[in-house]
């Protein structure tokens, strides 16, 4: 509802209950004027719903891009160990700075750490531009670990803002939201390679117009990431800001890095994180890149992609409108997830069964293979729901642990640096040529231990109403995050 209250003739303005506690919106009967246009846009971008959807694009652009290059099998290339050793240099130092992004993130706030950490992604898609000419793995392997870096720090601050900045009660939705908008970024970045090489159905590497596309996203990216607003300034749907946080200092959150692997509630999460992201090497590399050229790839991942974007949603709406109780909630969510997972992985052992690293197949083209294309192509769209599936699961338990941004930086950073300490493990083991039955066997019995982990966790520190969340009021000390 809006109400409208005369203040001259010729003009109005619209008080709008949801921004109550803050300012009017104003505009005039007779022509809005630029300052009143500027002034509705600024408030309007304060709205969780804009934040949310920002930090959505840039994360489109910038990691759903690298997503979807990673995502074709070996980064585009022919070889896959370069980009095994690079994404190993990367989730390795990934893991440290996870750890320590939620940290960066409450002394610098979320301009400065999302811009530093976004300007690092087209620097390592650039260097597989520069080993398509010169094939020295060196500098690849540099940005990789520069990567770790500025991913550690986005991941952290994204954490923070799409756990915090929603209403509790709705950050199913809103995860959902971001989840989707991040894997549409994937859905374009398989598009570019499959239209850049379409003609090219025996074609090894990707060419250097592929690469010159994910730099161009990755760098829109790294500028829409200064749109993003701190806690103190983002108004929620209800009237009321979202937690007041004066950024932490140094000395604080060097304390807090340690205090974090105590948290009982981050150990029974710490298995999920390690699962996470130890999938991908296999998918990627053993399934998609094992099976279908390149091309084929391209249109695989697309689909991937969407199968995310769906699943987040599904199990998005699962979680928040399901039933009252949201504990009730999560042990459903858990249940779903864990069902559908266990029917997914025994698709893909079936699958994994036809095939070996020493008896590979013909590679499958969409186009020329028929029937033959078909079961591989589902199994490997099915990964991709799962994925968002169990990742959505995630954040929206952590998400139940607390309600302000300090406390839910700290929380996503160790989440994402456990992550990537998996899945540097994960890219290495493959470099070792390990069976793939064995990859396999391994990452679904990792997914498998969470699941009564997670429930625990619900059981235990999953409560029903907002007054249950740590940190719901916490003011810290201040620092020069503004």
Not at 291 to 298: D, E, K, M, V
Request: contains cysteine; hydrophobic residues 45%.
């Amino acid at each position: 509802m809006t109400l409208v209250i005369f203040r001259h003739p010729g003009s109005i303005t619209r008080f709008c209950p949801t921004l109550m506690s803050t300012k009017f919106l104003m505009a005039s009967t007779k022509g809005t004027g630029i300052g009143h246009a500027a002034e509705e846009v600024r408030i309007q971008v304060q709205l969780p719903l804009v934040q949310v959807s920002l930090i959505g694009l840039v994360c489109f652009c910038c990691p759903g891009m690298y997503n979807a290059l990673i995502g074709m099998g070996g980064s585009g290339q022919v070889d896959p160990t370069v980009a095994n050793n690079v994404n190993t240099a990367l989730y390795a130092t990934f893991a440290i700075f996870g750890i320590l992004g939620g940290r960066i993130y409450n002394v610098l706030g979320p301009r400065l750490t999302l811009a530093s950490g976004c300007s690092t992604y087209a620097l390592c898609a650039g260097s597989f531009l520069y080993y398509n000419h010169y094939h020295h793995q060196t500098f690849a392997i540099v940005t990789g670990v520069v990567l770790g870096i500025g991913a550690g720090f986005l991941w952290a601050g994204e954490g923070a803002i799409m756990t915090s900045y929603p209403p509790h009660d709705r950050k199913g939705i809103y995860i959902s939201l971001f989840w989707s908008i991040l894997r549409y970024g994937g859905v374009i970045g398989g598009l570019i390679p499959f239209f850049m090489n379409y003609n090219r159905s025996e074609a090894g590497s990707v060419n250097d117009a592929t690469y010159i596309g994910f730099m161009c996203f990755m760098t829109v990216g790294a500028l829409l990431s200064l749109a993003i607003l701190p806690p103190s300034k983002v108004i929620r749907d209800d009237g009321t800001s979202c937690t007041k946080v004066e950024y932490s200092s140094v000395s604080t959150e060097a304390t807090e890095i340690l205090n974090l692997f105590l948290n009982w509630k981050m150990l029974l999460i710490a298995p999920a994180a390690w699962a996470g992201n130890f999938f991908f090497t296999y998918q990627f590399t053993n399934v998609n890149g094992a099976l279908f050229n390149l091309r084929t790839r391209g249109l695989n991942s697309v689909f991937y992609w969407v199968a995310q974007m769906l699943g987040s949603i599904g199990i998005g709406y699962v979680l928040d409108f399901s039933l009252l109780s949201r504990k009730t909630r999560g042990y459903v969510g858990i249940g779903i997830v864990a069902s559908l997972g266990t029917a997914i992985w025994g698709g893909g052992l079936a699958n994994q069964l036809k095939y070996s690293r020493h008896d590979m197949p013909e590679k499958l083209d969409f186009k020329d293979s028929g029937a033959d294309y078909a079961g591989p192509f589902v199994l490997f769209v099915s990964y991709g729901l799962l994925d968002a599936m169990f990742q959505t699961l995630v954040y929206w338990l952590i998400g139940c642990l607390a309600d302000d941004s300090e406390t839910l930086s700290r929380y996503t950073g160790f989440y994402k640096g456990v992550q990537s300490a998996g899945a540097a493990v994960a890219w290495q083991i493959d470099t070792y040529k390990v069976p793939f039955l064995s990859e396999l066997i391994v990452n679904w019995s990792l997914t498998t231990v969470c699941y009564p982990l997670l429930l625990v966790l619900v059981k235990l520190a999953v409560k029903d109403d907002k007054e249950g969340e740590e940190g719901a009021e916490r003011d810290v000390a201040s620092s020069f995050a503004h």
